[in-house]
């Protein structure tokens, strides 16, 4: 950890210098993407971002993500007509992340070819949905899953990722982030690369995903994100 702050620190000084050598043939750019993290499944969720230069070459940024979060104690188990849910799980836990950052240019490609390289720091709020999960029961009716009466050898299932999200309990919370980000592209009006980097989420309570396990109220993530966007 201490490796990984200090080479930030020295990234971060480097742009003072080399953001000065910036392309100045936009001044906005607008990216979306599809992202991926350490506590998610597949696809961890979408993400927009929104860049305005600055005077000094640099960006300031406005970002807004949707993802979702899986328990690290999270454990499959196959019914007997060969569906599946997560044992234990009580919860989902659904994130909606505003951000408020700076975007500095590390190494600027030549134009229309190369690769860009940028730091991104960013911190703003975080709200939480902690969302009931449904089971599929006695191959009847989809309820909320209580594990102290629901009885495994009559779970048949699970119900839709989506189907309590309107029952949510909000909890808020905030995040902050640094990433170095990757773009390519032989246009100018265009942008589309990687990003990847650290996030940590902290909600003012535990997040009670699991019965089995211990539940937590900070979520530390690795995150890649891929992503394609406009400029002007």
Known sequence: MNKLI????????????LAQNA?????????????????????GGVVFKKSIRNTSGSFTTYGLELVNFKHPAQLKAVTGTGNSFTLGKVNHLFAIRGQYGRNYVVFQKAPQQGVQ???????GP???LEAPYYIEYKQ???????????????????GFIFQGLFKSNIIIGANIKTSLSFEFGSLK???????????LDAYARKINMMSTAENYAV??????????GSRK
């Open 23 to 43: 392309n100045d043939d936009y001044t906005i750019e607008n990216t979306w993407g599809i992202t991926k993290n350490t506590a998610s499944g597949l696809i």
């Open 189 to 199: 009006s265009s942008v589309s690369g990687f990003e990847a980097g650290f996030l």
């Open 6 to 17: 200090g080479i930030i620190g020295i990234l971060f000084v480097s742009t003072a210098v």
């Open 117 to 123: 390289i940028s730091l991104n720091l960013a911190v």
């Open 140 to 158: 009847s009716v989809r309820i909320p899953y209580d594990p102290s009466i629901h009885f495994i050898e009559d779970i048949t299932g699970r």
């Open 126 to 128: 975080s709200i939480g």
């Open 219 to 228: 979520w530390p993530t690795a995150f890649i994100t891929l992503f394609y």
